[in-house]
């Protein structure tokens, strides 16, 4: 079984300081993990993804994340908050055993908001 | 290259009534998959589709229903909706299964 944490159900942050979003996961196999982002009335939008490749990844807009096995982490950040980055923030996990059709297991969401 | 498209992007429906969505993936992708999106359940998958077989299924009844054409569009129906059934529906698509995920904008359904 799979299931994603998100610790945080509202984040706010003054623009121009730095973002964090966190993200717990629990997988019984090597799991692919995902940031995406809802903007108001929008579908998702992919940030990165970690696919057991390089431990830090870089996504879209400047932000990236960082794969911690030993905590089961998988946290969101970005240096400096603009006021565009306001929207709903999803960490997902997906694992794929034994080339069986995989699918997404969503957080509850963050909602970040950015504030002058 | 067009990403995913969803039609009609709002429906508004009675109880009882059934419905209809429709999927059209990015041009070259097999896999499409569908999530319900409400404020008290969040995000949850709802069943894949790849080359016109379902391949995963979430815990859903069975009033939810889909299928997919040879040509990768893949279509929801619902049966009997109930009030509980208002949420935004989305599709993805991928290459294949082990292939990331694009979103469309979604349909948003009100069952009044």
């Known amino acids: 079984a799979q299931s994603v944490t998100q610790l945080d159900s509202h984040v706010s942050v003054s623009e121009g300081t730095p973002v964090l979003l966190r993200c717990n996961y629990s997988s019984s196999y090597s799991p692919s993990l995902f940031w995406y982002v809802q903007h108001p009335n929008k579908g998702l939008q992919l940030l990165l993804k970690?696919?057991?490749?390089?431990?830090l990844v870089k996504g879209i807009n400047g932000f990236e994340a960082e794969f911690k096995k030993s905590e089961t982490s998988f946290h969101l950040t970005k240096p400096s908050a603009h006021m565009s980055d306001a929207a709903e923030y999803f960490c997902v996990v997906s694992v794929n055993p034994y080339g069986t059709a995989s699918k997404l297991t969503f957080g509850t969401g963050t909602r970040l908001q950015v504030t002058l | 290259k067009a990403g995913v498209t969803q039609t009609p992007r709002y429906l508004i429906k009675t109880r009882g009534q059934q419905v209809t969505l429709s999927c059209s993936p990015i041009s070259g992708h097999r896999s499409v998959s569908w999530y319900q999106q409400t404020p008290g359940q969040g995000l949850q998958f709802l069943f894949e589709?790849?080359?016109?077989?379902?391949?995963n299924k979430g815990n859903f009844p069975g009033r939810f229903s889909g299928r997919q054409f040879s040509n990768s569009r893949s279509e929801m129906n619902v049966s009997t909706l109930e009030l509980g059934d208002s949420a935004l529906y989305l599709c993805?698509?991928?290459?294949?299964?082990?292939?990331?995920?694009?979103f469309g904008p979604g349909t948003r359904l009100l069952v009044l």
């Open positions: 993805a698509s991928s290459r294949d299964s082990q292939e990331t995920q694009y």
């Open positions: 589709y790849f080359s016109e077989t379902q391949r």
């Open positions: 970690y696919t057991s490749a390089a431990t």
